[in-house]
Nanobody, 116 residues
Framework: QVQLVESGGGLVQPGGSLRLSCAAS????????MSWYRQAPGKERELVAS????????NYADSVKGRFTISRDNAKRTVWLQMNSLKPEDTAVYYC?????????WGQGTQVTVSS
């Protein structure tokens, strides 16, 4: 059974940091591009960051460049999103996604709220 389980969300003040984790099971994690998406209320889901299968290639949305860092450990079957200098506009549900040529998997999401 395929599972992507996100954790690490919560309430943080502007300028603070959070580290999201996504633990994968049920598929060959090392063969999958891993990404973080987010969806704010009333908005479409948007890509935040992606990381290649070996971790050497990363891609970020312009809105998070220099503040967020995506990483992965294939042995641990886990992908992380380190979020620094958080802003109120980063408030959203954050989703983990695993994708390949043949399939696409999503986690259930974790809420991140940036507010004073």
């Amino acid at each position: 059974q395929v599972q992507l389980v996100e954790s690490g969300g919560g309430l943080v003040q502007p300028g603070g940091s959070l580290r999201l984790s996504c633990a994968a099971s049920g598929f060959t994690f090392s063969n999958y591009l891993m990404s973080w998406y987010r969806q704010a209320p009333g908005k479409e889901r948007e890509l935040v960051a992606s990381i290649g299968t070996s971790g050497d290639i990363t891609n970020y949305a312009d809105s998070v460049k220099g503040r967020f860092t995506i990483s992965r450990d294939n042995a641990k079957r886990t992908v992380w999103l380190q979020m620094n200098s958080l802003k109120p506009e980063d408030t959203a549900v954050y989703y983990c996604q695993g994708s390949s040529l043949w399939s696409n998997y999503w986690g259930q999401g974790t809420q991140v709220t940036v507010s004073s």
